[in-house]
């Protein structure tokens, strides 16, 4: 037998994981991503001792804060959190340092280069960097560039930088900033994050789907026979008005989220498990990928806003109410849309999409439905026959659920649909990582395998394309309707899925 020592692959693969001494600089680091999920995440990593000792997050912003500010406000924003854990934070908040920096002012970026050198020196981080850049979208481009002038980016083995979405606004302003970071950057030094891909239960979609040999014989449309994709929210537009009005749910779910379920539930099996061979995958079934009528898009979507709705002891404000939004606001708090693939194994099987804010229930799922039994032997005892469902729950409640027919109970021979369910906490009993915290160490360690790449975010703009130019040229064409805050959307979603025969699951 070979033992865990002497096996040179098991070896291999343990080192590779192995997060090199580094400095992760978070520009945007008074932000509230930084806060609210880069700094947790960064924490959670130091509490499973996955960061190496020689590490230094160094936070920039425009602020004048020292680092004992920084480490203050971190340690404010995560009361909660170190509440249990105040000897881990004390030892964690001695890696933070702040550098105040406006990534417009190329003489600030010379002044942050130097504090990089310092601390390389002080914490021995060998010029390991990887910067992220929780900025404003509109200043990634020249975020990128600001850091190549300095130098910053020069050595594509010690230099990375992590891109928050959105990457760009539509296709063609996707393409240009592409064309930007590349003139800056390596590919292998990009990374645009999508924290879906993080997601354990997103993961497992391709675990699931390539190494079974049960799915993946049934896995095409002869036998499946649509698909529904659902990132459901309870939560309205919250404090982001300043950005949601200028994105909607297209741009802000659409287009990454849900776009990269489809592709990881659609793509073909990667000739090995490597970065790249995954996204070539990725890419392809994104290229093949269009809405259900091009020429007529607002045949096949709906957009929808969350009007007033609630109870009245927890009442919901409508949209249009909410702090910072514009009163006459046409931006969509609700998209659901029909697709197809074009491509051997998915051709003629609808794509449906939706997602929505201030819906019943926080959900995220896959849902593939089945081709019905070709003769019907047993009358179905609720009436009529169910299709076979697999549902792959992304969250809450992560797992996967199998809808089959057994016998009804008693003396006739009906059929009856059960569910067969595996869940992620009972399974495993232990609670899933923040798709922040897989990302973040993924990034540190040069593995871009669950980032996206540069012809993928391409593809998944360019299939939005029709979409978005109908918004803009012609919004008339496709108004946002109006849905009750706390219910399932507007009555025309409902009516895409009627008219091809079907419903939407209602979990
Ligand atoms: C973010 C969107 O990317 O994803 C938010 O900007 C949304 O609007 C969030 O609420 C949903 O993420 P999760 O992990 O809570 O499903």
Redesign the pocket.
Known sequence: MTSTLTNPLRVGLRQERVISPQCLVIFGASGDLTHRKLVPALFELFRQRRLPSEFVILGCARRPWSDDDFRGKMAEALADTIRDHHRDWEQFAGNLYYEPVDLQQSEQLLRLADRLDGLDRLRATRGNRTFYLSVSPDFYGSGCRALADAGLLSDPKRSRVVIE?PFGRDYGSAEKLNRIVRACAQENQVFRI???LG?ETVQNILVLRFANTIFEPIWNRNFISSVQIT?A?T?G??E?AG??ES?G?LR??VQ??LTQMLALTTMEAPGRFDPEAIRNEKAKVLQAARLANNEEPWKCCVRGQYSAGGSPSDPFKAYRDEPGVNPNSTTETYVAMKLFIDNWRWQGVPFYLRTG?RLPK?L?EVVLTFREAPVQLFDAAGGSPTANQLILR??PDEGAGFVFDVKAPGSGMRSRPVDMHFSYDESFGEPSD??YVRLLADAMLGDPTLYTRADEVEAAWRLYTPLLELIEDSPWRLPVQPYEAGTWGPGAADSLLASDGLMWRRP
């Open positions: 979405k999508d924290h879906y997601k990132a929210e939560v537009v919250e982001r950005y949601y994105s749910a802000d779910m990454n989220h804010k926080r995220s992304i969250q923040e798709g």
